[in-house]
């Protein structure tokens, strides 16, 4: 009996050394939930695993080996996971306001989930094979996309845009064929981190099948675990109301930061307002309101002008499956905040994007962020140029006496006069935050060079570059 005991002692161990290179434990995902919510995935097995981009702001991961990131992150069965892994999950969704009752995680899956900061976070796998919802898709990522999703979400996560963040991008030997791709075209799995990926689709999923228990389920489910409400605010109001908030800050954050998401369907609008999923998409290059992203977006309905209303048509979705819960005054009334919530968000990012205090007249914050889009409508500079130049107000324009000629259409004097530098900002310190931008033509060379001659060196200048970039903004007070 001693022997035996020795034994599993050493054993006990053995199994915690071998799991002494992850910082955090790995979980079941959505336990929470009963498996009416997803399907359990079969595993690929790729001709290679690759290892092109691993995310070192995450030092929970950085421990691992090469050996051990590839059984993790590229092949999904890895001694750190728990023994409820790898879940596909169920939903419907609106495409393009079309509702389509046949989707769901198609070509990607939970790993599992982990708490940080009490906050809970999921990992998520995008090019992973076919799932029970694949319908003729064959669940592959091409190489361009994962590299395209990397570049996507390390820039919106820089400029301090809520978004989820790509973990891990695997390169996985295989030929794909795509209409928008010269094909065939390189293969990857991508693995991202994010703050749930349940959407407003999982909600459409079982109201199409009308099961209000699972819909309740979820709804608590969602206040509980990623809006952390206790007992007593846990109600349908309150889910509501977090949601219409969480929306209107995501289309604020898209028009203040520059971004044409591409595919605002419902089934990619989180709940708790953090974006994700960068198939189509593109930053801002010269302001441009008529700008789209999707080539396949023939009516403009995803255009930059119009997200703010995509996003607020997605919710209405949502609030129609709220009657089941609440009375339709309530659910108007909470409707009825979306664009006030939008316009606030709207001008708390300006202002602290340009290093900026409002005025206590709102009369001229508004007139402020009025001259400003004219600068940005009729000057022939880049976006995130304009920005850039213009951090500071008054106090950079003084300072930098070239600004003034270079900007000698607008009376910049006239245009900053009510507006002080923020108290949290250092004029001198704002100065030293480089510009950075991830213009459609960057991206097509990064991927030209990696293309033609696997040549990752510009990807890699241009990741290094970002993150110097981030962490300029939170050393200078705008991360």
């Known amino acids: 009996m001693k022997n035996i005991d020795t034994f599993n002692l050493k054993r006990n161990i053995l199994r915690i050394h071998l799991k002494s290179n992850l910082k955090i434990q790995l979980l079941s995902p959505y336990k929470f939930l009963s498996n009416k919510f997803y399907s359990k995935v079969n595993l690929v097995n790729f001709p290679e695993t690759k290892i092109r981009f691993c995310n070192k702001k995450f030092?929970?991961?950085?421990?691992?080996?090469?050996?051990?990131?590839?059984?993790?992150?590229?092949?999904?069965?890895?001694?750190?996971?728990?023994?409820?892994?790898?879940?596909?999950?169920?939903?419907?969704?609106?495409?393009?306001?079309?509702?389509?009752?046949?989707?769901?995680?198609?070509?990607?899956?939970?790993?599992?989930?982990?708490?940080?900061?009490?906050?809970?976070?999921?990992?998520?796998?995008?090019?992973?094979?076919?799932?029970?919802?694949?319908?003729?898709?064959?669940?592959?990522?091409t190489l361009k996309g994962g590299v395209r999703e990397v570049l996507c979400s390390s820039y919106l996560d820089a400029i301090g845009l809520n978004t989820?963040?790509?973990?891990?991008?695997?390169e996985t030997g295989e030929s794909l064929y795509r209409n928008d791709e010269p094909s065939p075209t390189r293969s990857s799995v991508l693995v991202r981190i994010s703050h749930s990926h349940i959407r407003i689709g999982t909600f459409q999923y079982h109201a199409y099948h009308q099961d209000n228990e699972s819909l309740e389920n979820l709804m608590k489910s969602v206040g509980k675990y990623y809006f952390s409400f206790d007992d007593n605010e846990n109600t349908p109001l309150n889910f509501f109301s977090r949601i219409v908030q969480n929306c209107?800050?995501?289309?604020?954050?898209?028009?203040?930061?520059?971004?044409?998401?591409?595919?605002?369907?419902?089934?990619?609008?989180?709940?708790?307002?953090?974006?994700?999923?960068?198939?189509?998409?593109?930053?801002?290059?010269?302001?441009?309101?008529?700008?789209?992203?999707?080539?396949?977006?023939?009516s403009g309905l995803y255009k930059f002008s119009k997200q703010v209303d995509a996003i607020f048509w997605n919710v209405q979705q949502l609030a129609s499956i709220m009657?089941?819960?609440?009375?339709?005054?309530?659910?108007?009334?909470?409707?009825?905040?979306?664009?006030?919530?939008?316009?606030?968000?709207?001008?708390?990012?300006?202002?602290?994007?340009l290093g900026l205090q409002p005025n206590s007249l709102d009369s001229n914050n508004q007139k402020l962020l009025k001259d400003f889009?004219?600068?940005?409508?009729?000057?022939?500079?880049?976006?995130?140029?304009?920005?850039?130049?213009?951090?500071?107000?008054?106090?950079?324009?003084?300072?930098?006496?070239?600004?003034?000629?270079?900007?000698?259409?607008?009376?910049?004097?006239?245009?900053?006069?009510?507006?002080?530098?923020?108290?949290?900002?250092?004029?001198?310190?704002?100065?030293?935050?480089?510009?950075?931008?991830?213009?459609?033509?960057?991206?097509?060379?990064?991927?030209?060079?990696?293309?033609?001659?696997?040549?990752?060196?510009?990807?890699?200048?241009?990741?290094?570059?970002?993150n110097r970039f981030k962490q300029a903004n939170i050393n200078y007070g705008l991360g």
Request: charged share 30%; no cysteine.
């Open 59 to 141: 030092d929970e991961f950085n421990q691992l080996d090469d050996k051990d990131w590839i059984n993790l992150f590229g092949k999904f069965h890895s001694k750190y996971l728990p023994f409820n892994s790898n879940l596909a999950m169920k939903y419907h969704g609106h495409q393009f306001r079309v509702y389509n009752p046949e989707i769901g995680d198609g070509r990607g899956f939970t790993i599992a989930q982990f708490y940080k900061n009490k906050k809970l976070y999921d990992l998520g796998t995008k090019g992973s094979g076919t799932t029970l919802y694949s319908r003729t898709g064959d669940g592959r990522l």
């Open 164 to 170: 989820s963040q790509s973990l891990s991008l695997i």
């Open 248 to 298: 209107a800050n995501l289309a604020a954050s898209y028009n203040i930061f520059g971004l044409v998401h591409g595919v605002l369907n419902t089934d990619n609008i989180n709940v708790t307002g953090e974006s994700f999923d960068y198939g189509p998409y593109r930053m801002m290059e010269k302001y441009n309101p008529e700008k789209i992203a999707a080539y396949f977006d023939h």
């Open 323 to 353: 009657t089941l819960f609440l009375e339709e005054k309530l659910i108007i009334e909470e409707l009825k905040k979306y664009i006030d919530l939008y316009n606030i968000e709207v001008l708390r990012l300006f202002f602290q994007r």
């Open 373 to 466: 889009y004219e600068i940005l409508i009729k000057s022939p500079y880049l976006y995130e140029e304009i920005y850039h130049d213009l951090r500071g107000g008054k106090e950079k324009v003084n300072f930098q006496n070239e600004l003034k000629q270079k900007y000698k259409n607008f009376n910049l004097d006239k245009i900053f006069e009510n507006h002080e530098i923020s108290n949290n900002f250092d004029l001198k310190l704002l100065m030293k935050i480089p510009r950075e931008t991830l213009l459609y033509d960057e991206i097509e060379k990064i991927w030209d060079d990696i293309d033609k001659k696997d040549d990752w060196s510009l990807f890699n200048q241009k990741i290094d570059s970002i």
